[in-house]
Structures are given as structure tokens and as C-alpha cells.
């Protein structure tokens, strides 16, 4: 399995800047096809292979329609969350352009830039097709701005296959059940029960968030994690208090984390995974996104479903609310004409991925999509904890402002980790963070 690019949208946007920000890399540049045009521009900054089955399902689809006169201009775009609004202001912009930020859709739409896809789409279809919480994350106003495409999974608990079945351990369903793990994997001696790395060089810090947002709406659920990200919740809350406790319970408690809390901060959360696979192994259990497992040892990718497990980050309560932590790119139509249209109605599709999924990190936002179409079981059991979630809902640091969510929150919870901060100084420092309008 290839390694793929890192579906960390705030990642992307502090690492893979380039010294010409408005540049496109691939064939990119130029304005939209307007309503002349039979090209219809798309820019996006999916992973190549998602972009390429993308692209093979959406031309066979306008061939099987007859609508071979629609050409298809496809453009991999770095920083596509700052490009694209430089762009709009210079009045040159794509058709069709996936955003991986719901707060850059907002941004887009507060522009007039972007056109509501209510009467473009089929809502009822994609109402009873999405997952729940899917649809939320582009609705601005009671429309429809950003249509979830493709999609990535986060608050996933990854561990070494043969070793979890051969020591006997069940999958906990609820954060009490976890702890209980936790104590057993202890007390049985060997491995500890987490590896965690939240290096990640000019981005350190943000595998923290992660924890944080899976923590808190496993807790207090869809609303109140909205609420969060509009600030009417502030760290310095008692719901963000809790979550920090728990973060520091699970983690920090001696024995819990392979080299202990000091380690954290040094560790990247790119390597540290692979203690899960070592002789003797590190770690039991490694939370991570989706894409992790592309950059696990490739002695363990060889054969993914013999040698990697995955369970969902448990709710807080068995059979309780289990909201599920993820991303993705979203369509959004800057463009309007009747080709666009067309384009944009095959791109809403459940069987737009079925070229996709067999040979990338595509994971469909589509609940009625076809399973077999994923490469392998590891993928499908990551799909599945998409489609039986109670709710879908965005990495909350990308929809924060930029100075929180890929800031402050980063650096002070890498203070807090390291020892240099306190929980209650940390958190003030985010709030303070926040722009006052």
C-alpha cells in the first residue's frame, strides 16, 4: 500500500506551503468555464490515486450519459485552502473546487463566491444516502454550500493483529470499558497500552487536538461540539476541563504511554505507530486517523489484514450517543452553467467512488456504498465505524480560526504535554487566542 498524502487538512495547510502560494502544481491556472465553455475546470488537493478513480468514474459516467462534448480539466492544487481565496479576490477561479475546511467553504460562501447546491443536487437522494452529519458540515444558512466527496476517518484505535488476538483482549465499547483495558494490559506486564507521538515539525502539537475533539464529543455529543467550535463553549469550560483530565488519565498515568509522558511531545506521530509491530512490541493500542497505516513497517502493510486491527474510539457509555471524528474534501460550484451541473450531480453520486476505493485511501461518505469495492477488511472495518456512527462531525481545530485551532492550540498543548504549562494556563492561553470578532 502506497503511503499516502497526510489527510490532516491543517497539516497541509502549515506544511506544504510553497514559496508561490498562488501556483498550482500540475496543470493548473486559468478561470472557470463560465457558461461558454464545454471544459469544466476542477481543482482539488486530494490524493493523486483518489483524484485519478475520481476522475476515471466521472468521465465514464458523462460518457454514459452521452455528454461527451464535457471535457474534464482536473488541477492538483497545493494549499488549496489559501489559493482558492486568493483566487476568488482576483476574480480567476475553477468551476468546481474540493475544500477540505469547512471554514474555508464558510469563508468562500461569506465572498458570494460559491453557489448553493440545493437545486443542483438531489437532496432527498443524498439526505437518506450520507452519513448522518455529513451534510451539516457544508450547510451554511439551511443551504447546501460544500458536499462531502471523500471522506477520511479519525479516532480509530489501531493495534498488532496476531499479538491482541493471542493475548485475548475485547474490543471496549465504552470509555469505562477502555480504562478497564488499560489496567488488565498492565497488569499482565509487557507492552504499555498506548504509543503517542504529537511530533509533527512545524505542526507539532496537533495529534493532541485530535484526542481532545474525539474526547469531547464522545462525551457531550454533536451540539456542544458545535458549540465549541464557535467559541460559545471556551477551553476554559468545565467540558474542556473534563476532557483534559481524561486525556491525562489515559495517557499520563505511569505505565500507560511506551516511554512515558517526557516522550510525547519528542515522539512523531508518524513512526511512533510502528512500537505497535516492533520485537518486543511498545504498545498495545495507537489512536490515529485513517491514514495512518500507510506509513506503518512495510513488513505489516504486505498484508494489512492479517496484521492490523482496528476498533473505533469507544463512547462514553456503551450503546450510548458515538459521534465519530473525521474530514475530507468537500465540492463546492463556483461556476454555474448547465455542464457544471452535470459534473457536479455525478460528483454527489454514491458510485462515484467505485474506481477510487480498490486502489487508494478513498473512503466513501456515501452509507449505501459498496463495500467490496474497498481494497481490503482493515478498510472496510474503518468505513464501518463512518457508517454506524450517530454523527459525522469535522476535526474542529480546521473549522476554528487558524490562530486557534492551528496555533494556539497546537502550541499550548505542546506546553502542557512537555511540562511547561499547566492545564488552566494552557487553556486561557486558547481562549485568548480567539479574535474578538
Known sequence: MKSPVIRRTTVLSTVLLTAAALGLSACGGGSGSGGNSNTVTIWSSVDPPVKAGLQKALEAKLKAEGKTNIKISWSTVTNINQVIITKIQAGSTPDIAFIPQPGVVAQMQQLGAIKPLDSILDMSTLQSSMVPGTLDAGTINNQLYGLLVSANVKGLVFYNKPEWTKAGWKTPKSIPELESLISQMKAKGGPAPWCMGIGSGTATGWPATDWFETLFMKYYGADAYNQWIQHKIPFSSSQVQHVAAEFDKLLFTSGNTYGGQSSITSSGFDTVGNGLFSSPAHCWMYNQGSFITGFFPKTTTSDLDKNVGVFGFPAATAGGDNPVEGGGDMMTVLNDSTNVETVAKALSETDIGNDAAPTSSFISPHKDF???????????????????????????????????GAGAEWKDLTAWISGQEDINTALKNIDAAWPSS
Request: proline share 6%.
Open 370 to 404: 459498496d463495500m467490496s469495492k474497498y481494497p481490503n477488511d482493515l478498510t472496510r472495518s474503518i468505513a464501518q465505524v463512518m457508517y454506524g456512527t450517530t454523527s459525522f462531525l469535522f476535526d474542529a481545530s480546521d473549522a476554528m480560526p487558524a490562530q486557534v
